[in-house]
């Protein structure tokens, strides 16, 4: 009888357990996804510009000054979600965002651009592999790079103006100092 | 003006479940009968308000009224009146209202149905139902209000998530809710009874009835999201491990193991504390299930409708609810009057045993489900549990339950004889073997753990059927007798053969489309085709086609065999432009021993198009096993024992109204 009065208490001590996990769990962002590359130097690549621009993009441009690097691909509905901010951003002249067509076709990422306005001041093409040295799985996806070219931040999912002025544009900030 | 009564009928049907809550429990303490008197009619007024708000909701879809912020932002002026109607529960704050309005129907159904039931025991129920329903109106009225304006109204609203608009989906919600909240009577019962002090043979019928309804609707609702998940997400699965399906499932695992426990309890007055703490569990993790949904803390593609904020107040519910209930089974346990004894190998032994590996499995979800949560709150390290964790937890404990499930029924109550039930199913072992042996025969030894699951789905089926025709004699007397026999069988009977039967062929439907699905991915141009699995599938074009409220881009396929053309098949995928979103429409041709499926991608460089094509044998076994559980259960909950022969007590002196002694 000893045993079993000791037993009774069991569910309630799990379930405090269980509860306690829930609230801490509250505030993680489930979203947030780590990517083995933070803080590690970019990938190298080359990549060539889509027709009807004259530069492709290249880990030579992330040298030296703080850029954002944003994948995107003109099947990607999120990215077309997207678009409407990083057009924002992009006209406020804060920082270079560079773009990684990726997976696209690029003749349909062109006319993407012309219809929807360019927010890029570098565009490249890639037919996947760049995007799997960065570790892109999924698009749009934006990196924060900072001068030395290390990538320091990783967003998965299309930008809202409160992710680029909450996280992104302070981070920049930050890496600029 | 509607969205206004809707509103305040809320706010009313909050202040008679606060009076629900309390004057029927003190009236139950104190005997006064004017108090316990109170619990029925208030139970029917909670039904009318709740009706009232839930039902000018459903009006102001009905009637496009973007006034509503809810409403704004989750239809549209061009939606078929059916998907206005079911976006009422497609978004956080609907499906929360319809979550009452389950529970206030579940609420009424005890006060109507519940005649029989001591008036004590009845206000004591609705009591604490009524403390379920305040936490979710306040829930609803200071985080998620449904009527809360939008100034000003736009002229169209932005529409619903295309993946919702879907005849599956429309009625997957309501009858999980059906299930979640119909266990919400199960946890009433046991917390009365732990309040009362007394689990006899009498709660158990009364409880059973209740229990074996939500099973039905939760069994349906899982069934119905699988079958959503299957033929429009496009991949040919149709069961992921997914957080949610998993929330989903776990109140079904314990369920079925309540249903199972409950039946010992009536029958031999044995395993009662073990019940109360199923019946507290079962909902406590539908509660569980709704706060894995809406808060957010497990991410899955069910995100569409979370937010933190409502999660900790979601997680406060549940730690009154939950926490009260454990906490008052630990002190009243204990006092529980322990019941018929019974050997290890008997009917008793089976159904614990069955509840014994329930739970585990129940727990081995949970640990898969909540682990990277875990881990991510210990270590913030982000993991994610896949299907093989659970192919190498969960399949071994299934294995030995359907197992034991085939021979259960065969033993008799207090004490059965192993050796004679297996004996009886010689018959049924041999054909079981015979057809795992024929299976690795057909399709090659790399078959073995498919012969093994269909051998298993065999064996229960046989087992089962050779249980039946024990019951009414068959070929042992002539056969108008046996179906005089047969026709006499008590519901209840026939219900769990039924139900068996139909596990047997969801195993079977598992096995097949785990073992032998082929997938074929080509860029296929018009005019050419592909050959799957024995079938050819030709593309003859590609065209667009407007539809109600979105353009599609619909493929013409002919699936042949042998040259000779068996169906025509159009999948289909379709842009919304109101929501920017697109959505696969899937053709699926059945012959319901296999599927074809078919989905069109997107146009490549090449101009072709990316077929997806999978040949999917016994998938529709699956359903059609679920819905013959379904069935069963139905069946037996028509049995007559739950309706007539009202259950008496024995006579026994009341317990003391006030705390019980101890020891």
Partial sequence: MTMRRW?????????????????????????????????????????????????????????????????FASWCAPCREEHPTLTALAEQKRVPIYGINYKDKPDAATAWLQSLGDPYDRVGADDGRVGIDWGVYGVPETFVVDRAGRIRYKHVG?????????????LVTRLER | MIDEIGHFALVLALGIAAIQASLPLIGAARREAALIALAR??????????????????HAYAVSDFSLVNVATNSS??????????????????????WVFILAVFGAAVAVFGGNLPPTLRARVLAVQAMIGVGFLLFILFTSNPFARLVPAPLDGAGLNPILQDRGLAF??????????????????????LIEGRVDPAWARWVRPWTLAAWCALTTGIAMGSWWSYYTLGWGGWWYWDPVENASFMPWLIGTAL???????????????????LAILTFSLSLIGTFLVRSGVLTSVHAFASDPRRGVFILLLIGIATGGALLLFAIRAPSLEGGGLFAPISREGGLLLNNLLLTTACATVLLGTLYPLFLDVVVHQKVSVGPPFYAATFVPIMIPLLLAMAVGPMLSWKRGDLLAALQRLKFAFLLAAATAVATMALMGARSLGAACGLGIAAWLLLATVAEWAERVRLFAEPLGGSLRRAARLPRAAWGMTLAHAGMAVVIAGITGSTAWSVERIASVHPGQSVDLAGYTVALDGVHEVPGADYNALRADLRLLRDGRQIAAMHPEKRFYPLEDGTQTDVAI?????????????????????????????LVPWIWLGAALMALGGLVSLSDRRHRVGAPARRARPLPAPAVQPAE
């Fill in chain 1, 7 to 71: 037993l009774v208490w069991l569910p309630a001590l799990g379930f405090a357990l269980l509860i306690a996990a829930f609230y801490m769990g509250l505030g993680i962002d489930a979203t947030a996804l780590p990517s083995a590359l933070i803080d590690e130097p970019a990938p190298s690549f080359q990549l060539p510009p889509l027709p009807g621009h004259q530069h492709g993009f290249s880990t030579a441009d992330l040298k030296g000054h703080v850029s954002l690097v944003n994948t």
């Fill in chain 2, 77 to 98: 002026r061009a939606k078929p009146l059916l998907y206005k109607l079911t976006g009422v529960w497609s978004n956080h704050e609907g499906s929360m209202l319809l």
């Fill in chain 1, 158 to 170: 299309p930008l809202t103006p409160q992710d680029v002025n909450r996280t992104i544009l302070p």
């Fill in chain 2, 172 to 193: 997957h919600p309501p009858c999980l809710y059906l299930g979640y909240v119909g266990f919400s009577i199960s946890f009433c019962f046991a917390v009365a009874a």
């Fill in chain 2, 259 to 277: 249903l199972h426990s409950a039946v010992v309890v009536e029958k031999r007055d044995a395993l009662k504390t073990w019940t109360i703490l």
């Fill in chain 2, 589 to 617: 041709r059945t012959n319901l021993l296999a599927d074809i499926y078919a989905v069109i991608g997107e146009r490549d460089q090449s101009g072709g198009y990316v077929l997806r094509l999978y040949y999917n044998p």
């Fill in chain 2, 41 to 58: 009619p208030a139970a029917m007024a909670q039904l009318l308000f709740i009706g009232i708000g839930f039902f000018a909701l459903m």
